[in-house]
């Protein structure tokens, strides 16, 4: 069975740093990619960045990109979201998701997920 466990949100200020994590347990060896989605409320779940296993390519929503920076670290199974220069509209729930196929950006490619984490920018 498979697992995944989000950790590190929290409550920041505009402009700081948080940095998220994802442990993943189970049947991971079919995985092809990794990555973060978020949700905020009243709106639906949006891409943000993915990660192949192999290889290490990386997506960003354009939204991100220059601010969040995806990695993993294989042997321990654990993959992270590095966000800095934070806004308020980056407020949301975060999920990390796996996946074995497919595009990337594309949530219904994604079979596994985690519960979320909150992560709150306040202005």
């Known amino acids: 069975q498979v697992q995944l466990v989000e950790s590190g949100g929290g409550l920041v200020q505009a402009g700081g740093s948080l940095r998220l994590s994802c442990t993943a347990s189970?049947?991971?060896?079919?995985?092809?990619?990794m990555g973060w989605f978020r949700q905020a409320p009243g709106k639906e779940r949006e891409f943000v960045a993915a990660i192949t296993l192999i290889g290490g390519t990386t997506y960003y929503a354009d939204s991100v990109t220059g601010r969040f920076t995806i990695s993993r670290d294989s042997p321990k199974n654990t993959l992270y979201l590095q966000m800095n220069s934070l806004k308020p509209e980056d407020t949301a729930v975060y999920f990390c998701?796996?996946?074995?196929?497919?595009?990337?950006?594309?949530?219904?490619?994604?079979?596994?997920w985690g519960q979320g984490t909150q992560v709150t920018v306040s202005s």
């Open positions: 189970g049947r991971t060896f079919s995985w092809y990619y």
């Open positions: 998701a796996a996946a074995s196929f497919g595009s990337p950006q594309r949530s219904n490619n994604y079979h596994s």
